[in-house]
């Protein structure tokens, strides 16, 4: 597919030449387990027009219509350096080997640090994936290796200089 850019704000973009802002996502992405049976790899990357001060990046991608009262985090990534622009397909294989050095990936809803692919209930209307990035005003986030979504989400909200984001779907059909 195609790039397509997103939200952003004064000139900060977030792309992907794997999924189309505002269409369906591709079900290669999906989680390969709880009756999905995707390939569970991250799609490709790429961002630009950082504001001025940019020490680092967090790239985060949720659902907020997954029916658990408080959305779904499929994969937070934090500490990526200031000069890195892009993340290749399937950087977020689990043990980050695939990640720019420094980067590392936080534990996402589903247990484990790396990407977790969309997997929503069979029949619900499309959910809607967030993809997105933040430019941050330090070179690190103080957050031990196994903390929850949540408190990566607020340290990164704390230190977050702009972001840039876009919005894809996904749904699966109800099970006969």
Known sequence: MGACSGSHAAGFVLESPDIRAGHRIDPRFEFN?????????SPALRWHGAPAGTRSFALTVYDPDAPTGSGWWHWVVVDLPAGVDTLAPDAGAVGGAHLPEGARQ????????????????????????????HALRTDKLEIPADASPALAGFMIHANTLGQASFTATYGRPKAR
């Open 33 to 41: 387990g709880f009756g999905c049976a995707g390939e569970n790899r």
């Open 106 to 133: 936080i534990r996402t809803d589903y247990g484990q640090a790396g990407w977790g692919g969309m997997c929503p209930p069979p029949g619900d209307k499309p959910h809607r994936y967030v993809f997105t990035v």
